[in-house]
């Protein structure tokens, strides 16, 4: 009997709920479809802003409709911001009404636009604000809140905006010419020595070994992430036995922290395992900078 009491009690509840209307409640605010913006990065363009050559940089991004068959704006209007200050919100391009658009934007507009040159670290969030059909307003970087409202921004395949950064970005033009070891944990170069860098395409660099029967080291840049490897590879011989009797020596990488270019400072770290037919020495740091 304590058991069909309760059913009949969440059946009442239920039915109070669903015989609930709209206009029983003057306070529930009508619902609007607003259109969603989708808009997504030319990869085929600049990724990040080169802090050493902001000028330079020049980026196309796709303004879309993240739902293409439900409801359209009246217009979109491509804004931007600089390091999350939505104080000053800046308008790139107005009045976009057909979707797909690419947009362009570069370093020179950018200055121009916030007053001010571009520095390391600076970040640049562009959205839309969306106007509907019937006049209505929404922002994409307003006063206070979170545009378009919270969680919409989290949904699956969606983006609502992109962001360019300015970073210490790799050239390889930069990495050609003479460094100086900072730091040589193996000791086949010296600290304080001079050694030559050459460049093998647009992400390898070429290091001559100073031992006999030597191999340029081949270092691999990540150019995203200006984080750095070296395959296994010989390197050279430090001479016949009886003085060095374990043959050639091979050089690779070790993943960590210690593999890396600065651009900005001129510096390429790698942390290199030697090892021989016979075994391995450890790994040892080796650190060189720009002269």
Same mark, same amino acid.
């Given at each position: 009997?304590?058991?069909?009491?309760?059913?009949?009690?969440?059946?009442?509840?239920?039915?109070?709920?669903?015989?609930?209307?709209?206009?029983?409640?003057?306070?529930?605010?009508?619902?609007?479809?607003?259109?969603?913006?989708?808009?997504?990065?030319?990869?085929?363009?600049?990724?990040?802003?080169?802090?050493?050559? *902001?000028?330079?940089?020049?980026?196309?991004?796709?303004?879309?409709?993240?739902?293409?068959?439900?409801?359209?704006?009246?217009?979109?209007?491509?804004?931007?911001?600089?390091?999350?200050?939505?104080?000053?919100?800046?308008?790139?391009?107005?009045?976009? %009404?057909?979707?797909? %658009?690419?947009?362009?934007?570069?370093? *020179?507009?950018?200055?121009?636009?916030?007053?001010?040159?571009?520095?390391?670290?600076?970040?640049?969030?562009? &959205?839309?604000?969306?106007?509907?059909?019937?006049?209505?307003?929404?922002?994409?970087?307003?006063?206070?809140?979170?545009?378009?409202?919270? &969680?919409?921004? &989290?949904?699956?395949?969606?983006?609502?905006?992109?962001?360019?950064?300015?970073?210490?970005?790799?050239?390889?033009?930069?990495?050609?010419?003479?460094?100086?070891?900072?730091?040589?944990?193996?000791?086949?170069?010296?600290?304080?020595?001079?050694?030559?860098?050459?460049?093998?395409?647009?992400?390898?660099?070429?290091?001559?070994?100073?031992?006999?029967?030597?191999?340029?080291?081949?270092?691999?840049?990540?150019?995203?992430?200006?984080?750095?490897?070296?395959?296994?590879?010989?390197?050279?011989?430090?001479?016949? *036995?009886?003085?060095?009797?374990?043959?050639?020596?091979?050089?690779?990488?070790?993943?960590?922290?210690?593999?890396?270019?600065?651009?900005?400072?001129?510096?390429?770290?790698?942390?290199?395992?030697?090892?021989?037919?016979?075994?391995?020495? &450890?790994?040892?740091?080796?650190?060189?900078?720009?002269?």
């Amino acid at each position: 009997m304590k058991n069909i009491k309760i059913i009949y009690s969440v059946f009442i509840v239920l039915l109070s709920i669903v015989s609930c209307r709209k206009d029983d409640n003057p306070k529930l605010p009508d619902l609007a479809k607003v259109p969603q913006p989708l808009i997504t990065k030319d990869e085929s363009t600049d990724l990040v802003i080169s802090v050493q050559e *902001p000028e330079t940089f020049n980026a196309t991004f796709n303004v879309d409709l993240h739902f293409k068959d439900n409801v359209k704006p009246q217009k979109f209007d491509v804004v931007a911001i600089k390091n999350e200050d939505k104080s000053k919100v800046v308008t790139i391009q107005s009045d976009i %009404t057909t979707f797909p %658009t690419k947009v362009s934007i570069t370093g *020179p507009q950018l200055i121009e636009a916030f007053g001010e040159n571009i520095t390391l670290g600076d970040k640049f969030d562009i &959205g839309v604000d969306i106007t509907t059909e019937d006049g209505k307003k929404y922002q994409a970087y307003p006063p206070v809140g979170v545009g378009y409202g919270s &969680g919409v921004a &989290g949904q699956p395949g969606a983006s609502v905006a992109v962001r360019y950064e300015a970073v210490c970005q790799f050239d390889i033009s930069q990495y050609v010419g003479t460094f100086v070891v900072v730091e040589d944990e193996w000791d086949d170069f010296g600290v304080g020595s001079t050694v030559e860098l050459t460049a093998n395409g647009e992400d390898e660099l070429l290091l001559e070994y100073p031992i006999p029967d030597s191999s340029p080291i081949t270092i691999k840049v990540n150019t995203g992430t200006n984080s750095v490897s070296v395959a296994r590879q010989k390197i050279g011989n430090y001479g016949p *036995p009886p003085d060095w009797p374990y043959g050639d020596v091979f050089a690779q990488s070790v993943p960590g922290l210690d593999n890396y270019v600065a651009p900005c400072d001129g510096v390429l770290s790698v942390r290199l395992s030697y090892t021989v037919a016979a075994g391995g020495f &450890g790994d040892f740091l080796l650190v060189l900078k720009k002269q």
